[in-house]
């Protein structure tokens, strides 16, 4: 380009169209024969883009969505009733909207409610750019949550309403834009539709696409879509965006072979910022790499892309499954995430998204509470551990701690005899150990209005939470009796869970008809061994001051509990807290 030149000259010399006009290049989307002409006069385009149009699909295609068929209309009640409780919310702390119950063990793998237990902002601030199918403009889910509509646009008819199309891959979009929402609910979607109804587009409309992004200063940029072709233009509009400091989160491809999809096959490029273009693959639920994921050296981040469940078209829900629906879960990370720093640290997301991400085989498992509390500035909540047993805990619950510590609390600790009731004032949570014994902890905190989770049985009663209590030995398992409370970890009902590794004592009491009850002693139908009361349920004899819940350890044996007994152990932890 010559110092001179605009878009509108540059269009005029070559005959083509600018659709990105960067600080020392300019893009140009040329017709064929536009192309053709100016090889033959052998003009040198310098800083100049010029190349076949590629096309650039969804993923998605190759998996097709037999499971989008029926059944989603009985979904509405409780799914429309999670968007309006945002729309309701007036931006405090005290109220978190439940997560979809499809979503929950999917979602605590990663651990989005114990971080949304953690959060203030909820993803409030962030815009995220979802360049794709187009939205279900008018989909409950995304009421209140849209960029204005000024800055919507639809490259695809070339005008203002980025609306889904019926065809092939219709809903596609709407459940990209629906997951980032769940991980991040208070963040601002800006709809931009560079795809048409069956999922295929050009890369010349992503580019503008991608160009509008940044001009409407979207934070994070959504590419649940990919091309074969090494696209010089793509790349450039690219770097663009990551030279700028904006997320490119880019879907790794459905091949199942070791090619990914560009852009995500550019993630390991050590040029050009390459920390803010992230790719994304997809597990299962058993943490095991989808067969259909594309994997290489450049696939750097995974999250559960088989079955999950999302918004779709004419306020109905869908279950989804693709690699574009996992890295839209990334996306909402960073939203939530960035929401809670100041913008000095939004830079270094990558990092903490390296740096505490769970390895699965050579690629990480995104850990969404362990993004959020990596940032310096990033509040931490405020636990009281009670103990017994002497002036420090025992080893078992040093284990418990350390994986409260883990969600983001501080975790002060206290032998329970040398507690009173004013130790629970300003907690955001108060935790009592089997190792404090009934007499130590006496009714000092049964009124406190802060969450208790516990599991001494004979203080069950002191606490009001059981008319019966005991513990039974040689237990390995519970059974789930309720699959949809956010207390089962998102663990079926009806099922037995190995909790324990080894037979070992299991607390369990009986409790009064206010509690929502999860779990209880296999062969059992009367004595409950995970069971809580939600602020304002009827106790026994008395009303629920805040959240209780009861837990099933006996003896704090946390060296023998298996991933589900953790997985129940933090979803205890964050539904007192959270209500999530």
């Known amino acids: 380009m010559a110092g001179g030149d605009s878009p509108e000259s540059l269009a005029q010399r070559y005959g083509g169209e600018v659709i990105a006009w960067l600080e020392d290049k300019a893009i140009l989307k040329l017709s064929s024969q536009a192309a053709a002409a100016l090889s033959e006069r052998g003009v040198s385009l310098q800083n100049t883009t010029l190349q076949p149009n590629a096309t650039v699909r969804t993923p998605a295609t190759a998996l097709g969505f037999n499971s989008w068929a029926g059944g989603f209309n009985s979904w509405a009640g409780g799914w429309n ?39 203030r902002n909820f993803g409030q601030g962030i815009k995220v750019a979802v360049i794709d199918t187009g939205l ?33 891959m219709y809903g ?13 609910p208070r963040a601002t979607i800006l709809p931009l539709r560079v795809l048409n109804a069956d999922g295929v587009g050009t890369v010349a409309n992503v580019v503008s696409a991608i160009q509008r992004a940044i001009n409407m200063k979207a934070q994070i940029i959504n590419l649940s879509l990919g091309t074969n072709v090494n696209d010089a233009a793509l790349q450039t509009i690219i770097n663009s965006a990551t030279n700028q400091g904006r997320y490119i989160v880019a879907s790794a491809g459905n091949s199942g072979d070791g090619n990914l999809t560009f852009p995500a096959a550019w993630a390991n490029n050590t040029v050009n910022n390459h920390q803010f273009l992230i790719s994304v693959g997809s597990v299962s639920s058993a943490l095991a790499l989808s067969t259909f994921t594309s994997r290489s050296s450049a696939l750097e981040f995974v999250a559960p892309g088989a ?34 720093t100041h913008p000095s640290n939004w830079g270094s997301q990558a990092t903490y998204l390296f740096d505490t991400g769970t390895p699965v085989l050579s690629f990480r498992l995104i850990n969404v509470v362990g993004l959020l509390q990596r940032a310096p500035d990033v509040v931490r909540r405020d636990a009281l551990f009670l103990h017994g047993g002497g002036a420090i805990p025992n080893t078992s619950e040093i284990l418990l701690i350390a994986r409260m510590q883990s969600l983001g609390y501080n975790v ?94 299991t607390s369990w009491g009986t409790p009064a ?17 995970l069971f809580g009361y939600d602020a304002g349920s009827q ?42």
Do not use: C
């Not at 109220?95 to 959060?119: G, H």
């Not at 469940?309 to 939530?336: E, I, K, M, W």
């Open 539 to 580: 106790m026994v004899g008395r009303t629920a001051p805040a959240r209780r819940v009861r837990f099933f350890l006996r003896d704090n044996q946390a060296v023998w509990l298996t991933s589900t007994g953790w997985n129940l152990f933090e979803a205890a932890i964050t539904w007192a807290v959270s209500g999530n």
């Open 307 to 340: 079955l999950v469940a999302g918004a779709y078209p004419d306020h109905r829900f869908a279950f989804y499954t693709g690699t574009s629906f996992a890295a839209p879960q990334v996306s909402g990370a960073l939203a939530l995430a960035m929401s809670d």
């Open 81 to 119: 009733s999670w968007a309006g409780g945002w729309n309701s919310w007036a931006g405090g702390t005290s109220t978190i909207p439940a997560l979809p119950s499809e979503n929950r063990f999917q979602f605590m793998l990663i651990k989005v409610p114990q971080a949304q237990a953690l959060s």
């Open 513 to 529: 008809s206010g509690a929502v009850v999860i779990g209880r002693l296999a062969g059992s139908s009367n004595r409950a061994t």
């Open 412 to 505: 002060t600790t206290l032998e329970a005899k040398k507690s009173s009731t004013t130790d629970a004032t300003g907690r955001n949570l108060v935790v009592i150990s089997a190792t404090a014994s009934a007499g130590d902890i006496g009714t000092k905190f049964a009124s406190v209005a802060v969450p208790v989770v516990i599991w001494r049985a004979d203080a069950f009663d002191l606490m009001a939470m059981a008319s019966a209590s005991g513990t039974t030995d040689k237990q390995t398992q519970v059974s789930l009796v309720n699959g949809s409370h956010p207390l089962s970890a998102g663990l079926p009902a009806s099922t037995s869970q190995t909790i324990y590794t080894i037979g070992e004592w």
């Open 136 to 168: 279900d403009l008018n989909h409950p889910q995304f009421a209140g949550r849209l960029a204005p509509a000024s800055e919507h646009y639809d490259f695809v008819n070339n005008d203002a309403i980025p609306q889904e199309v019926a065809g092939s």
């Open 172 to 184: 596609h979009g709407t459940g990209v834009a629906s997951l980032i929402l769940q991980v991040a």
